[in-house]
């Protein structure tokens, strides 16, 4: 079966991946501030087949849970 080579997390539930404008909602940040950590490599993304970003829910929350600290 073909796997497509951008999608790196199989094993989440659409549920527990947000699309990049929820995830900056969630954030306080704009969706250029994502975007840019992504490529820092401060928060990861999984893409969808189609190219989108995908944020797994329990890293934003522990980026939260961080940033509060």
Same mark, same amino acid.
């Given at each position: 079966?073909?796997?497509?080579?951008?999608? !790196?997390?199989?094993? $989440?539930?659409?549920?527990?991946?947000?699309?990049?404008?929820? !995830?900056?909602?969630?954030?306080? &940040?704009? &969706?250029? !501030?994502?975007?840019?950590?992504?490529?820092?490599?401060?928060?990861?993304?999984?893409? !969808?087949?189609?190219?989108?970003?995908?944020? &797994?829910?329990?890293?934003?929350? $522990?980026? $939260?849970?961080?940033?509060?600290?």
């Amino acid at each position: 079966m073909y796997s497509h080579p951008m999608t !790196t997390d199989t094993h $989440k539930s659409a549920a527990d991946l947000l699309p990049i404008g929820e !995830t900056a909602r969630l954030l306080g &940040v704009s &969706v250029g !501030t994502v975007r840019r950590w992504e490529r820092e490599g401060k928060i990861s993304a999984t893409r !969808t087949l189609g190219g989108q970003r995908r944020f &797994v829910r329990d890293d934003i929350t $522990k980026i $939260k849970t961080e940033a509060a600290a």
